[in-house]
């Protein structure tokens, strides 16, 4: 049997803040990175959509923002779901690991999950 790949780097700027969803068998954390390509002389941008988990996850929504700058090394994923009666596609980036490239700014209004330096070593590390 041929081994597989499926690896994914990308580095782009959070187009809102992120969203955290707690379920019974792990933290969730989604958003969306862009990307803006210059091709000879034009321009496109692309939209990721990122999901990430567990203390990760929380850390995302802890410490990322509209605007922020990050590195995101992942797998491709797709998935699809019906909608009224229509099948729909998804394809999103599981995050692997998640690099913070721009300042932290705390927002002391949103609810922030609870982590320690432990967890934090335990993702990063």
């Known amino acids: 049997m041929a081994k597989t ?7 782009g700027r959070l187009g809102q803040d992120p969203t955290f969803k707690q379920t019974e068998k792990t933290d969730i954390t989604h958003f ?3 990307q803006t390509i210059r ?4 321009e496109s941008t692309q939209w990721h959509r990122i999901c990430a988990f567990g203390k990760q996850a929380q850390l995302c929504y802890k410490y990322l923002h509209k605007g922020d700058l990050c590195c995101i090394e992942g797998r ?3 998935s699809s779901y019906t ?3 229509e099948k729909k596609y998804v394809q999103s ?3 692997e690991n998640i690099t913070f490239l721009s ?3 705390r927002n002391e209004n949103r609810p922030q999950p609870e982590t320690t330096e ?4 335990k993702v990063f590390g």
């Not at 091709?39 to 034009?42: L, Y």
């Not at 432990?118 to 070593?121: A, H, K, M």
């Open 32 to 34: 969306s990175i862009c």
């Open 93 to 95: 980036i599981i995050a």
């Open 118 to 121: 432990d967890d934090i070593l």
């Open 39 to 42: 091709q000879n002389d034009k």
């Open 76 to 78: 491709l994923d797709s």
């Open 83 to 85: 909608k009224n009666g």
């Open 5 to 11: 790949f499926n690896k994914t780097i990308l580095i």
């Open 103 to 105: 300042s932290s700014r």
